[in-house]
């Protein structure tokens, strides 16, 4: 099993950044992939940002492209830095892992949520 940890969500203007965290526990040895996802109101949860486990490979959604970066540290934690911040990008933020997959864009390839963190930018 592994458990996920988000934290860093909030209420930011547009233009300005912020970064999120996620702490993964458990058998975090066993994940292959690791992904932020979100999801805005009446819309279906949309990949945003992977990473390989040791991080040699990483992946972005166009939309966040040149704006997102995503990244981990030596304890493990991982990490979605988001610049240049637009109202679309409001959307309740997920961290997640995958067991099985090297290339997941998709939600059905993760087994592994976090509870999510809210992410609200203002015009």
């Known amino acids: 099993q592994v458990q996920l940890v988000e934290s860093g969500g909030g209420l930011v203007q547009a233009g300005n950044s912020l970064k999120l965290s996620c702490i993964p526990s458990?058998?975090?040895?066993?994940?292959?992939?690791w992904a932020w996802f979100r999801q805005a109101p009446g819309k279906e949860r949309e990949f945003v940002a992977g990473?390989?486990?040791?991080?040699?490979?990483t992946d972005f959604a166009d939309s966040v492209k040149g704006r997102f970066a995503i990244s981990r540290d030596n304890a493990k934690k991982f990490y979605l830095q988001m610049n240049s911040l637009k109202p679309e990008d409001t959307a309740v933020y997920y961290c997640?892992?995958?067991?099985?997959?090297?290339?997941?864009?998709?939600?059905?390839?993760?087994?592994?949520w976090g509870q999510g963190t809210q992410v609200t930018v203002s015009s």
């Open positions: 997640a892992a995958s067991i099985y997959y090297t290339n997941a864009p998709s939600t059905f390839q993760y087994e592994y």
């Open positions: 458990g058998r975090t040895f066993s994940s292959n992939t």
């Open positions: 990473m390989s486990w040791n991080g040699g490979t």
